[in-house]
């Protein structure tokens, strides 16, 4: 089954233009940008949830799956923490653990990191995934919404000190309602941060193809990725659910296997780090409006 949205996913708008289109196991995408927010997304939706992540099975978790959630984000996950630690003060007096809740948490890498921080909640559309996740923590669930978590807890949860994406939003069919879900999740000076794959460097990387290069390596993913945010946009969002950004900015690079293609790669983050709005990879870290 196919339909389109009625608009723009961010600010309903009607009023696009088209910047690439993708065929993909015989069905169409076309990539849009909204040209009132600017957002870059998706028109069509063939499934609410990409397919890849509810139909894993238990051999997809091998070896290199592990690696992408571990080592290979391990210096943005110590960026993440350096960051919470920052905005909330690591020797603020504390008469509890505080609770983190991560979006899409996979098989646990980032709850493994953090684990000495934080009382550890979760959640994840993969069943495989989540169920890897819960041997370590118990607190994880498979679910595809903040409600559908919750409704496993009998509304039995904390207020969260913080909630992560790393690499969610760009799946998520419908981004305002399921960001205000977890906006109201949060601890009163609870912090929500999203990391996601930028939308400028896509349209350089289109460009490129238009001209003939790269001939085969670029995609823009339309099945799995709805969505591609920019620093405005991600900004939009946080005041569309409530949220006051504390910062937007590069994202530390999540580094691969070391080969010439690699070696520009990392020379490309460490040039863009400063300017978020060509960086590849940037994040958001907002705080709820109401806590002061």
């Known amino acids: 089954m196919q339909w389109n949205d009625a608009g723009c996913r961010l600010c309903g708008s009607l009023n696009k233009q088209t910047i690439g289109r993708e065929i993909q196991k015989d069905k169409v995408y076309n990539i849009v940008q909204c040209m009132d927010c600017k957002l870059m997304y998706i028109l069509e939706t063939y499934a609410q949830v990409s397919p890849r992540y509810t139909g894993m099975v238990e051999e997809d978790l091998d070896a290199a799956q592990k690696w992408l959630q571990r080592g290979h984000k391990e210096k943005a996950y110590r960026q993440c923490l350096e960051l919470f630690f920052s905005f909330r003060g690591i020797n ?52 595809t919404s903040f409600s559908s978590y ?51 460097p896509m349209v350089i990387k289109n460009r490129l193809l238009s001209i003939g290069w790269p001939r085969s390596k670029f995609s823009w993913s339309p099945s799995e990725h709805v969505s591609y945010f920019s620093p405005k946009t991600l900004r939009l969002l946080c005041e569309k659910v409530n949220l006051k950004v504390l910062r937007i900015g590069a994202v530390a690079m999540y580094p691969r296997k070391l080969a010439l293609f690699e070696l520009v790669r990392r020379l490309a983050f460490k040039i863009t780090k400063p300017f978020p709005s060509i960086s590849p990879q940037i994040f958001v870290l907002a705080k709820r409006i109401d806590s002061g």
Request: proline share 6%.
């Open 92 to 143: 603020q007096p504390r008469t509890a653990v505080p609770a983190l809740l991560d979006v899409g948490c996979g098989i646990g890498g980032w709850l493994e990191f953090s684990n000495s921080h934080f009382t550890c909640y979760g959640f994840d559309a993969s069943a495989v995934q989540a169920q890897y996740a819960a041997k370590k923590f118990p607190n994880v669930r498979c679910a």
């Open 150 to 200: 919750k409704d496993q807890f009998d509304d039995r949860l904390p207020e969260f000190d913080l909630i992560t994406l790393w690499d969610v939003l760009e799946h998520i069919r419908s981004p305002i309602a399921f960001a205000f879900e977890l906006s109201e999740g949060l601890s009163a000076d609870g912090l929500f941060f999203a990391s996601v794959p930028a939308a400028n």
